[in-house]
DNA sequence: CATTTGTTGATTGGATCCAATTTTTACTCT
DNA sequence: AGAGTAAAAATTGGATCCAATCAACAAATG
């Protein structure tokens, strides 16, 4: 229990087993590096992670490569891994991806966008607004804004897009520990969802630009604020 | 010889080797692939890259795991990984996505730019005009493009850039088998480097916009010509 | 006393072997 | 002959073992 990290628990308790093992480790650490339960700065040790979930070292291994590929982890020759930290300036650098990425393709998917696309994501907002778990606010605000952009025909845009989000979940928290669900701008979500009905690009990315300009102030905030 | 390429020498001749088997393995596919030396739709043998590299399958798996979370290849389990394949609609993505991260980047850099960076800059211009390996020119111009928006202050928006140039490289070959290196639009990198020297931000993003957009229209034509 | 040099323990990188899965081949039955 | 099925081959996923590397500490030397 070196640092303070269970990582039998995680093993233990989460949905559906993969395929195979690896992809059942990378899954697990991932979701648990994004919500914050394997804190920044953690190694991650095979040896300890393979007796966790009760296998070998070699599917741990392959889970952490992929991890580090996609920036979630950090390694150094026979040294090992740790977990990514993170900083005011990567989110920084999120929020100013997102705003690049965000309206071209929320632009592109409106005309396409059917009225079961809307209804979709009229959905989601509802069940934000529902939603006790905070761990869980991240995933439906991100399919709410995939939903909203996903016919803009452009599959690596979408996928890049919906990467930043994951990414951004990894801060997200801090945001709702300091100012709760309510600041979680709904009335934009709204806003764009209709905009995007009546065909307004130019008024729905208007929305999205402020949405995300918003949301990257108090983040900043939060972030600060966390960090004291 | 299953599909006509040959490990065995791309294993061979490759530059010095990093720490690790795993890497070095990494490092010639990932250059092969994206040069085009291993076609899109190639399945990897372990088995087969093992002995072509003198190792064993260990490494190559780690190898195979890293490249597949670049995206560059896919696999199924228990079937393998194929190199993932090339598409006109991922070339225009690529373009869509650089259009709308590159200016941002360039105009966050420009008034930290120093006279180093702009020498530099021009360097690699000129080198451009030199190099005779048509294989080599991806490599140069990314890092003239990069080198402009260095002092962006943002390394995550920088090193999502730099994928996308990596990626780009995949296509830019079709291209350069159409029309050379002499449509490469040098005028527009020196004008780039002009513009940023004035710290005229406004007319350097224009001409970046120009730049991507007909880079995107003329490798729209090369990808369709190279396919029939 | 500071610095350097072995030495030991911990940890990762790589090799080899076994198990699980998929694909192919061969065979049977209609 | 053709469809379906069972056995065999090929290939990947996982386990175990050994080697290489790094970190910490102790001892020796200036």
Redesign the pocket.
């Known amino acids: 229990m070196e640092h303070g990290v269970d990582f039998a628990a995680l093993a233990a308790g989460s949905g559906e087993r993969p395929r195979?093992?690896?992809e059942f480790v990378q899954r697990v650490l991932r979701a648990a590096i994004l919500d914050g339960r394997i804190p920044p700065g953690t190694?991650?040790?095979?040896?300890a992670l393979a007796e966790a979930f009760d296998?070998?070292?070699?599917?741990v291994?392959?889970a952490l490569r992929q991890l580090e590929a996609q920036a979630l982890l950090e390694?150094t020759?026979?040294?090992?891994?740790v977990v990514a930290e993170i900083s005011i300036q990567d989110q920084a650098d999120t929020y100013l991806i997102r705003r690049a990425l965000e309206p071209v393709a929320f632009a592109r998917s409106i005309p396409h966008l059917t009225r079961e696309d809307l209804d979709r994501a009229e959905d989601l907002v509802d069940d934000m607004d529902r939603e006790p778990d905070h761990g869980r606010l991240g995933e439906l605000n991100r399919r709410f804004h995939m939903s909203l952009y996903a016919r803009a025909g452009s599959p690596k845009l979408l996928r890049l897009i919906e990467r930043q989000l994951v990414e951004h979940d990894r801060y997200l928290r801090f945001h709702l520990a300091r100012l709760g669900r309510d600041r979680m701008s709904q009335e934009d979500h709204r806003a764009m969802i209709a905009a995007a009905a009546d065909g307004d690009i130019s008024a729905a990315t208007c929305v999205l630009h402020r949405h995300i300009d918003v949301a990257a102030t108090e983040s900043d905030r939060s972030f600060q604020y966390e960090k004291q």
Request: hydrophobic share 30%.
């Open positions: 195979t093992a690896s190694p991650l040790r095979q040896e296998m070998s070292r070699m599917p291994r392959e390694f020759p026979h040294k090992g891994a």
